[in-house]
């Protein structure tokens, strides 16, 4: 039964088991494929054949009339996602300082220890939406010279504030969840803590809350429209004008399908890159 | 192809590659009940592999596993099945931090087995007072040094009273005075007649225990029998060159 050395002829036993799992796998498939079309068939079947359905698809889903609209809506959702951004990059700034903050025992930083809690507290407590209505016309109302009076920068201005608090809950949770251990070995290396805290806590703690930290991420995306109260006009606020126009409900269907084909396609990126480094790391090889 | 009659554990012809890496090469080993059968050999040489494809936890390529007779590669043989009659205990220990001694002990009594839960701690209980660890039972497995973690690990794999229980170099992560308190609980093992397969570094230890030895080398098993004769008589020159080198590593 010896062979040479990276050949190997499986034995009659293994070409049946091959084939027994690749038949399990046919009939997995199959049953998958059948239960799908059956179940969505009979769904759509459902919708299409209900009574109302015809009011319900000219309120809702007239195609001319979202194609008309979808201009104004999708200028609108460019201003959500410039905002997004840049919010974003604020928000992981402060929010890993107030979780590194937070975690770190360093005396000195007793105070801003103290500070930083309170500021969670504060922020994460208090809804967005008053928040934002507070910064938005509060602050212009304060009349500071040099400070800016415009709803774009303070409107951010306010989710940034809040959003922090909950990133850096989360990061918070990250870095809590790596076993001291972890920290011991660094330490013992001779890292300083923010060594270890840099390049051995956070790079496991951050992969750890991704999910979450993504979760935060869409919200943030849906919450920027949260400014149209201040007067700015969003995506939403787009679509809310259309339709108050023409009593039809279309534009709102337009900008949650184009909210829709930003979200999903950046969570399913998440889950690849997070399965990814997953794997990398578990691989089972060698002895 | 046949089981002879009283095997365990037979493993016949297995084959497993990672990516361009041959791993195991058509080994073989026949396990006898009450017998226990040490594996050795150098580091990546296929010891671990083996184990873990027995306790399928990795498939493998080619070639039958026996579990009593049992072919346990058939795909259509439910893994868990097989995990509930085969106890491993790993390197690392693997303790769940989460929980207490005893609810690491009792947790696949409990929740795989359908035992009730006072049946399970008592039982639990009655082990951990066997193996010299009464007093940990409610003591979390970071608080206790690493040899008492690998006796837990192993009674953990005991409360499910396996029929087999497999051992990847339980003593590697330890020092020296630890590695025979747990090497004396393995022995206890084997005097209660517990069929076992080990992998294992201590050549003195697999002398003590073992009623067979394998040298594995490159995927292949190269020599195998009786302990005395394998580990001071050997005839293959690879056998010959590890235990050479075994033995100079242990004069530095």
Sequence with gaps: MSQPEGTHTPSAEELRRRAVRARQARRRTTIAVVSSVLVIGALVVLVVTSPGWDVVRSTFFDVDYAGEVLPAVFAGLLLNIRLTIVASVLISILGLMLAMVRTSRAPALAPFRLLATGYVDLFRGVPTLLVILLIGFGVPALGLSGMTSSVVILGTAAIVLTYSAYVAEVLRSGILSVHPSQSAAARSLGLTSGQTLRYVVLPQGVRRVIPPLMNDFVSLLKDTGLISVLGVVDAIRAAQIESSRTFNYTPYVVAAILFLILTIPLTRLTDRFLHRSIERQNAQVGA | ?252
């Excluded at chain 2, 072919?71 to 205990?89: L, N, Q, S």
């Excluded at chain 2, 359908?114 to 399970?120: H, L, R, S, Y």
Aim: proline share 5%.
């Design chain 2, 1 to 252: 192809m046949s089981t002879p009659g009283g095997s365990v554990l037979s493993v016949h012809e297995v084959y497993k590659s990672f990516g361009d890496e041959q791993v195991l090469r058509g080994v073989s080993i026949e396990v006898p009940e009450h017998s226990v059968t040490v594996l050795i050999g150098a580091s990546g040489s296929g010891k671990s592999t083996l184990l873990r494809c027995v306790n399928l936890l990795t498939p493998v390529d080619d070639g039958v596993i026996r579990l009593d007779g049992w072919d346990i590669t058939d795909p259509e043989v439910d893994p868990d099945d097989v995990r509930r009659k085969v106890g491993m205990v790993f390197q690392s220990f693997n303790l769940f931090p989460h929980l207490t001694v005893l609810d690491n002990i009792t947790l696949a009594p409990r929740k795989v087995h359908n035992m009730a839960k006072e049946t399970a701690e008592a039982e639990g209980r009655a082990l951990l007072e066997r193996f010299g660890l009464a007093d940990k039972a409610t003591q979390y497995p970071d608080r206790l040094s690493g040899g008492q973690q690998q006796r837990v690990a192993i009674v953990r794999s005991l409360a499910v009273s396996p029929r087999l229980m497999l051992m990847d170099e339980v003593t590697s992560a330890l020092d020296p005075v630890l590695v025979n308190d747990v090497l004396s609980t393995v022995r206890d093992l084997k005097g209660e007649g517990m069929t076992m397969v080990i992998a294992t570094h201590e050549m003195g230890f697999a002398e003590q225990v073992g009623d067979e030895v394998c040298f594995l080398s490159s995927g292949t098993i190269v020599e195998r029998a009786a302990p005395t004769q394998l580990l001071h008589d050997p005839q293959d020159r690879r056998t010959q060159d590890f235990l050479r080198r075994v033995h100079e590593a242990g004069r530095l």
